[in-house]
T-cell receptor, first 117, second 114 residues
Framework: AQKITQTQPGMFVQEKEAVTLDCTYDTSDQSYGLFWYKQPSSGEMIFLIY??????QNATEGRYSLNFQKARKSANLVISASQLGDSAMYFC??????????????FGSGTQLTVLP | DAGVIQSPRHEVTEMGQEVTLRCKPI?????LFWYRQTMMRGLELLIYFNNNVPIDDSGMPEDRFSAKMPNASFSTLKIQPSEPRDSAVYFC???FGTGNQPQHFGDGTRLSIL
């Protein structure tokens, strides 16, 4: 069974500093995708970054980067130069094939990040 | 480009009433997902469609819940009769293809059953 674990219910970071949000996963699939989503207090779910299981290089999107360590089954999100607007809940998710050829996501429990001025 | 559009944004109704949530996926996306989010259970997948066909509805909590996708640009999630424990935020998401494509979420419907 596929499982995503986020062990940090809450994190604090000083504005302009970098922060790492942890995510570990468990799967027996060879092909899978790892995603990070941001959910601000307004409630919407915003896609941030994606890493494929066969990608050799870590994904980057602006201030977001994904530290992918396949052997350790970890996919940590690194946010550089934190901004007050980064305060939100962050979800790690993994895609897997459930039925036929269609993929679905399983989500972790989330990490609440607070950026301090 | 328009994202996933959900309506209504908020719904407050009394228990026993029928509730219909609506979703318009991103044009060109062929997979559509319905999720429920609560504090206790987090994000749960209820059902998803591929090319308008329901693929997996194992997450639908009980027979009171039903979902349809009559065409590629519209889906509904219906609860009849509604109960207070159905109160949650319901998200619709869509994605393109069957590979490792990101799902794009709508803004959600915040449902309160009194």
């Amino acid at each position: 069974a596929q499982k995503i674990t986020q062990t940090q219910p809450g994190m604090f970071v000083q504005e302009k500093e970098a922060v790492t949000l942890d995510c570990t996963y468990d799967t027996s699939d060879q092909s899978y995708g790892l995603f990070w989503y941001k959910q601000p207090s307004s409630g919407e779910m915003i896609f941030l970054i994606y890493q494929g299981s066969y990608d050799e290089q870590n994904a980057t999107e602006g201030r977001y980067s994904l530290n992918f360590q396949k052997a350790r089954k970890s996919a940590n999100l690194v946010i550089s130069a934190s901004q007050l607007g980064d305060s939100a809940m962050y979800f790690c998710a993994m895609s897997f094939i459930s039925s036929g050829s269609a993929r679905q996501l399983t989500f972790g429990s989330g990490t609440q990040l607070t950026v301090l001025p | 480009d328009a994202g996933v559009i959900q309506s209504p944004r908020h719904e407050v109704t009394e228990m026993g009433q029928e509730v219909t949530l609506r979703c318009k996926p991103i044009s060109g996306h062929n997979s559509l997902f319905w999720y429920r989010q609560t504090m206790m259970r987090g994000l749960e997948l209820l059902i998803y469609f591929n090319n308008n066909v329901p693929i997996d509805d194992s997450g639908m909590p009980e027979d009171r819940f039903s979902a349809k996708m009559p065409n590629a640009s519209f889906s509904t999630l219906k609860i009849q009769p509604s109960e207070p424990r159905d109160s949650a935020v319901y998200f619709c998401a869509s994605s393109f293809g069957t590979g490792n494509q990101p799902q794009h979420f709508g803004d959600g419907t915040r449902l309160s059953i009194l």
